[in-house]
């Protein structure tokens, strides 16, 4: 099994800045890839970005695509979701994933087998 712990959440203004990290434990050699994902109150769970842990390519949502960077650090088993320009209505609740398939749609939240608990982001002024 993956162990997976987001933390940096928090309240920010329009137009700040926050970074989440994801750290990982337990079979983390098992993990192809990290994804990101979001749920604002009342709405379904969408994509954001992942990261695959060998060579490091990302893809991201059009939604926040050139505000939002995904990067990982092998060392420490830790993902982190570098977020800035961010807008009121990237509040939600912001979750990590372990992949531990190959040959599946990484945007797709079936194709992620374990998640953490969750970190809460708000953007308001």
């Known amino acids: 099994q993956v162990q997976l712990v987001e933390s940096g959440g928090g309240l920010v203004r329009p137009g700040g800045s926050l970074r989440l990290s994801c750290a990982a434990s337990?079979?983390?050699?098992?993990?192809?890839?990290v994804g990101w994902f979001r749920q604002a109150p009342g709405k379904e769970r969408t994509f954001v970005g992942f990261?695959?842990?060998?060579?490091?390519?990302?893809l991201y949502a059009d939604s926040v695509k050139g505000r939002f960077t995904i990067s990982r650090d092998n060392a420490k088993n830790t993902v982190y979701l570098q977020m800035n320009s961010l807008k009121p209505e990237d509040t939600a609740i912001y979750f990590c994933?372990?992949?531990?398939?190959?040959?599946?749609?990484?945007?797709?939240?079936?194709?992620?087998?374990?998640w953490g608990q969750g970190t809460q982001v708000t953007v308001s002024s």
């Open positions: 994933a372990s992949n531990t398939r190959s040959g599946v749609l990484l945007f797709r939240p079936e194709s992620y087998d374990y």
């Open positions: 337990g079979r983390t050699d098992s993990s192809y890839a």
């Open positions: 990261v695959r842990w060998s060579g490091g390519s990302t």
